[in-house]
């Protein structure tokens, strides 16, 4: 998928009720995960990723910031992520615990 013309998110939109359940993308457009949920709003916020399992189960939280994720909407609305960050890179992250 080409996400250079998916109109990226403005700050305001940077919200837990917009990006909860987004797709997250890595190199190579691989999905790798989903997003959980937020710590903070706007660009300094904390982003938990579900990282791996099938269908939401055996997944593994992390936490990046969100300034690591670039948000945008496709073609069909759709809120999505790219980050630079491999799901292997992921998984070796501490696993999160609220």
């Known amino acids: 998928m080409d996400h250079s013309a998916h109109p990226r998110l403005t700050d305001a939109e940077l919200t837990q009720d917009i990006l909860a359940g987004a797709t997250v993308y890595g190199p190579g457009d691989q999905k790798i995960g989903h997003i959980d949920h937020l710590h903070g709003a706007g660009p300094s916020a904390q982003?938990?990723?579900?990282?791996g399992g099938f269908l939401g189960i055996g997944a593994k939280p992390v936490r990046i910031p969100l300034s690591e994720l670039d948000a945008m909407r496709d073609e069909s609305g759709t809120v999505h992520a790219v980050?630079?960050?491999?799901?292997?890179?992921?998984?070796d992250l501490p696993e999160h615990r609220d």
Request: net charge neutral; no cysteine; glycine share 0%.
């Open 83 to 91: 980050t630079s960050w491999s799901k292997e890179a992921l998984k």
């Open 47 to 51: 982003v938990i990723i579900d990282v």
